[in-house]
C-alpha cells in the first residue's frame, strides 16, 4: 500500500473509499498549512481555479495563462522534499490498471468527459478528449464559461467504461489524481504528452505520481515471444530475452499500469499485487532509470 493509502485509505486502497469523493471533502475549510499551500480556501475553490487555468484553455484553445491554476508555491521553492511535499497535498496522481478504474466508475455519480490541459500545453492541439473530471457539476465549476460548459459530455458508466477500455488497447496509461489531496478530481489516459510523464519519466525529475499497487509478471510457459506487448510499455520495462525467446519485465522498471496485457494473444500476463514482489514491494516514487 501506498503512503496514501495509509494516510486517507485506512490501509485500504485510497482511491476506492467513499469519502474521498465526498461533496463534504470538498467544501470542507482547509488546514492552515494546507491553505497555504494550495493557496485556496477550500478545494472546490482550488478546483475551480485548476479547471478555469488548465482545463478551459484545452477546450477551447485560449492562451494558458503561466501557472495553470496551480499554487505559486512550488516555483520559489528550491528545497526538494518542500516541492514534494507541495505537490503531494495540491494534485498528486497514482497509475491504475484498468480493473480499477473500472472500480472508480463504479462508485462515483458524474463521470465528464473533457480535453487533456496536458496535450494541449505540450501540442497546441485544443479538444483532445482524454480526461474524466469525477463527481463535477460542469456548470458550476465552469459557470463563467457556458459555452465551454456545455460542450463538455457527461457520460453513463457503460460509455466511460468504453472510452477507458479503447484507450488500454492503444496502450495509454490510466492515472487517477488528487485536487487537494485525498480528494479525487479525475481519471487521465496519459502518454508522452503528459506533462507530469514528462517531468518526470523523460526528464528524471522529482515523482508526479505513485506507481500502482500492482506489478506485472510474465507466464514464462505461454509467453510465445511474440513481442506484441513490447510497443504498449511506455515504462520501458519489457526486455525480450533472445536466449530464451521470451519477454521479460524488469519489476524496477515497472509501474504496474497493465496495458501490456491487452495486445498479449495468449493472457501471458498477470497483474499481482505490488506486495507479493518483495523487491519492489514499497518501490512507489523511485525514478526509472528508463
Ligand atoms: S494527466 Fe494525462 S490525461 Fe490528464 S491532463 Fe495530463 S496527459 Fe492529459
Ligand atoms: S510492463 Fe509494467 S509498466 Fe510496462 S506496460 Fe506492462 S504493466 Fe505497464
Ligand atoms: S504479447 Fe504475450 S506472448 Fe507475445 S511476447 Fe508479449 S507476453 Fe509473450
Not at 481555479?49 to 492562451?63: C, D
Not at 460542469?138 to 456545455?150: E, T, V
Not at 511474440?226 to 519489457?238: H, V
Request: proline letters at 4%.
Amino acid at each position: 500500500m501506498c503512503e496514501f493509502c495509509h494516510e486517507h485509505g485506512e490501509g485500504k486502497k485510497w482511491y476506492l473509499q467513499m469519502k474521498n469523493y465526498s461533496e463534504e471533502l470538498l467544501h470542507a475549510d482547509l488546514t492552515a498549512d494546507q491553505k497555504a499551500k494550495v493557496e485556496a480556501e477550500t478545494r472546490y475553490q482550488w478546483t475551480k481555479r485548476f479547471w478555469e487555468g488548465f482545463v478551459y484553455p484545452a477546450i477551447t484553445g485560449a492562451p494558458n495563462p503561466s501557472h495553470y491554476g496551480f499554487a505559486e508555491g512550488p516555483s520559489v521553492q528550491t528545497n526538494k522534499d518542500e516541492i514534494l511535499a507541495q505537490r503531494k497535498t495540491e494534485h498528486f496522481g497514482q497509475v491504475l490498471p484498468i480493473e480499477d478504474v473500472e472500480k472508480v466508475i463504479d462508485m462515483v455519480d458524474s463521470i465528464t468527459r473533457m480535453p487533456c490541459g496536458c496535450r494541449y500545453i505540450h501540442t497546441g492541439l485544443a479538444d483532445r478528449r482524454y480526461c474524466f473530471g469525477l463527481g463535477l457539476d460542469k456548470w458550476s465549476i465552469l459557470g463563467k464559461y457556458p459555452d465551454a460548459a456545455a460542450s463538455l459530455e457527461v457520460l453513463d458508466k457503460a460509455e466511460a467504461r468504453k472510452y477507458f477500455r479503447h484507450f488500454d488497447q492503444e496502450g495509454l496509461v490510466h492515472s487517477i489524481w488528487t485536487g487537494v489531496t485525498p480528494y479525487v478530481v479525475g481519471l487521465c489516459n496519459c502518454d508522452r504528452d503528459c506533462l507530469a510523464y514528462d517531468g518526470y519519466i523523460i526528464r528524471r525529475g522529482l515523482p508526479q505520481f505513485f506507481r500502482a499497487e500492482y506489478i506485472c509478471q510474465v507466464d514464462w510457459d505461454a509467453c510465445t515471444g511474440c513481442k506484441n506487448c513490447m510497443s504498449q510499455c511506455q515504462f520501458g520495462a519489457m526486455f525480450y530475452s533472445s536466449a530464451l525467446g521470451k519477454i521479460n519485465i524488469d519489476p524496477h522498471r515497472c509501474f504496474g499500469c497493465g496495458v501490456c496485457r491487452a495486445e498479449c494473444p495468449n493472457d501471458a500476463i498477470m497483474l499481482i499485487p505490488r506486495e507479493a514482489k518483495p523487491e519492489v514491494a514499497n518501490e512507489w516514487l523511485e525514478e526509472t532509470g528508463g
